[in-house]
């Protein structure tokens, strides 16, 4: 059973796992929001066979089953992997709280400055920079910002936040709490900074607004359809900010 889904550095794996004598079935589940426009999990239908014993030399290693968060990309899945997936909702929600009853920690976070509003600063694997850029030109001490990064940047957490830290240092207040988790902290927040991240749809579930940032020199990997509130330049970053 693995998250990583069509990931390419999973797809060997794949492979090597159907080369033993009896190999256990592989079941894929969707590990976040996915579209046309992640490519990662968007194929052609002749990638793939139906014969394990053609993969690795002529087609793509893939997993036996397939279980997804919900229709949109069940019926994505199905144009290039017919057949072969059943919807079972998003599993990482089930032991999440949507109306998290506030701790003592979370209430006193709150109320450091409870006449500021709190911005969540969430970069993910890849965008933490293009989002540090917009940040240092738009950002200003109106407002409160948190920042929590992805939980897989942990190896290189410290220095993601220690970059922030510096090259924000003398535009905004930057705060960081290492034992809250992002979705806790969200209960809290009154507007989300994100690019990739599917942070932009939970915070919906806790009332509070998106703004995802894009750079037109690099690909979008998300749904241009979702509506979320999109910053094209540090400009229109700030502008929003400001409304």
């Known amino acids: 059973v693995t998250y990583a889904e069509f990931n390419p550095g999973i797809r060997s794996l794949y492979f090597f796992i159907r080369s033993v004598s009896n190999p256990p079935k592989i079941v894929a589940i969707q590990h976040g929001h996915n579209n046309k426009n992640f490519m990662f999990n968007f194929h052609k239908k002749n990638e793939f066979t139906k014969n394990s014993l053609h993969e690795g ?21 199905s144009s290039y992997f017919p057949n072969k ?18 701790s003592i920690k979370l209430n006193k976070i ?12 969430c970069p993910s694997v890849g965008d933490e920079l293009r ?30 936040i220690n970059k922030y830290t510096q090259e924000l240092k003398n535009k905004c207040n930057l705060e960081v709490y290492n034992d809250i988790s992002t979705f806790e902290l969200l209960s809290i ?18 009332d509070a607004q998106s703004i995802r940032i894009v750079n037109s020199k690099h690909p979008l ?21 400001n409304e």
């Not at 709150?110 to 600063?121: F, R, T």
């Not at 738009?138 to 940047?153: A, E």
């Not at 927040?189 to 806790?206: D, G, K, M, P, R």
Request: glycine letters at 4%; charged letters at 25%.
């Open 131 to 160: 989002i540090l850029d917009y940040l240092k030109k738009s950002v200003n001490f109106n407002f409160r910002y948190i920042l929590s990064p992805h939980p897989v940047l942990y190896k290189r957490r410290e220095g993601v």
């Open 189 to 206: 927040s009154n507007l989300v900074i994100c690019e990739v991240s599917t942070v932009a749809y939970e915070a919906l579930f806790f």
């Open 110 to 121: 709150k109320l450091k400055n409870k006449n500021k509003k709190i911005i969540l600063l």
């Open 221 to 241: 990997f998300f749904d241009m359809k979702d509506n979320l509130p999109v910053a094209y330049s540090p400009d229109k970053l700030r502008q929003l900010l």
């Open 85 to 102: 997936s059943k919807i079972i909702g998003g599993l990482k929600y089930d032991n999440y709280k949507f109306k998290i009853k506030k």
């Open 57 to 77: 030399q002529y087609y793509s290693p893939s997993p036996d089953f397939y279980l997804t968060q919900g229709n949109q990309f069940n019926q994505i899945l």
